[in-house]
């Protein structure tokens, strides 16, 4: 049995985007509450074909890249495009994957559709880049009209370029002359680049007035889902509990088939709700033998991974414990941190704490520990 080819995306993000305006690097100005760059590199992460995602930067940006997600790759880029280009492949080489996609950070409206595209005629025909055909009439002149151009057979190139590793870093060793994008690379080496259709809203943040035009083409793309969540369990026999992964001493234990996490039963509900699936009981029946015990991670990994298969990322979470002991308030940033570790977030999109209910009710007289969960899910 083969392993399946190895394919890393490459957002090009060294500029300075100066035509753009502002006092900040475009590929760094906030779209929607977000770096501009996160919108692609999300896209790229969220696809299946994609095993990683390498970001090429600015040396002065270096603190910026805290605002990525943890898993990207950072690495300094060159003097221009090329040279950024190389700094990746060599970065690359030593553990060189099969396929490359080379896509500007100043695209953050790529889509799934587009990159799927583009992969499935790379891995055909070892190289492919998206463009949309010139329906405008097309005029060469300066003050006044001298010619009109014959628009056949014209394209407006977009990103990502997606080529076999060997064919682009041969490419661009062997290159001498500056080039505007990879293909013209690629082209130069002698090897032929197939035209993927691409789509009008995969558009290059070039000018102040293509913030707005991406904003709209985002929001009008984005679907927000929530869900809740609630559990409980009481307490029996034991002398630890585990609460959002972290194991705690306690005078009591939880009853449950499986470990009896409910901060994390909580959560992993609401993801279930968020996506109209059901709940936990639905997919691990408590009837099942090989659930008695089991570590509660199992059904938030299976949660957060149907999201990803149904198109949605995890904005956030926010878990309350409800019970006069233990304090979960010393414990919270740990819950926080192996919360995030399990469903591949970062720390501030999980919340972790805690109330009493004042005396009152089942957890009041310490007969259990009951969680409320909401999750909400973006489509990616």
């Not at 990103?159 to 994008?181: E, L």
């Amino acid at each position: 049995m083969t392993d399946a080819p190895k394919t890393i995306a490459i957002v090009l993000a060294a500029g300075r985007g100066t035509r753009a305006g502002g006092t900040v690097p475009k590929q760094w100005r906030m779209l929607l509450g977000r770096p501009l760059i996160a919108w692609s590199i999300d896209a790229f992460m969220s696809h299946a074909d994609i095993d990683a995602v390498v970001v090429v930067h600015h040396p002065d940006d270096q603190d910026r890249i805290a605002q990525l997600p943890a898993a990207v790759r950072a690495l300094h880029g060159g003097a221009n495009r090329d040279d950024s280009v190389r700094c990746a492949l060599e970065a690359l080489k030593d553990q060189a994957p099969d396929y490359v996609l080379i896509h500007d950070a100043a695209r953050p409206c790529v889509t799934h559709s587009v990159i799927s595209r583009c992969v499935e005629t790379m891995r055909a025909q070892g190289a492919a880049a998206p463009a949309v055909a010139v329906q405008d009439t097309l005029w060469r002149g300066g003050d006044t009209v001298t010619a009109q151009v014959d628009r056949s057979d014209l394209w407006r190139a977009q990103t990502p370029q997606c080529f076999s590793y060997p064919v682009i870093y041969a490419a661009h060793a062997a290159a001498t002359d500056p080039a505007t994008d990879d293909v013209q690379v690629v082209r130069a080496a002698g090897h032929p680049v197939a035209i993927v259709p691409g789509e009008a809203d995969n558009l290059k943040v070039t000018v102040p007035g293509d913030f707005a035009r991406a904003e709209r083409i985002l929001r009008g793309r984005m679907q927000l889902r929530l869900g809740n969540g609630f559990d409980v369990h009481k307490f029996g026999p034991g002398t630890e509990i585990t609460l959002c992964g972290v194991t705690l001493p306690h005078k009591a234990g939880l009853l449950g088939h499986s470990d009896a996490d409910v901060g994390m039963h909580a959560v992993t509900d609401a993801i279930y709700g968020a996506l109209a699936r059901g709940d936990i009981g639905q997919h691990f029946p408590p009837s099942d033998p090989q659930w008695k015990g089991a570590p509660s991670d199992i059904f938030l990994k299976h949660a957060v991974q149907l999201a990803k298969d149904l198109g949605f990322h995890i904005e956030n979470v926010d878990c309350t414990l409800i019970c006069e002991f233990p304090k979960i308030g010393p414990h919270a940033q740990a819950m926080q941190a192996r919360m995030a570790q399990i469903m591949g977030l970062e720390c501030d999109q999980v919340s972790i704490k805690a109330t009493t209910s004042e005396t009152l009710g089942f957890t009041g007289r310490e007969e259990g520990i009951a969680a409320i969960a909401t999750a909400a899910l973006v489509s990616q």
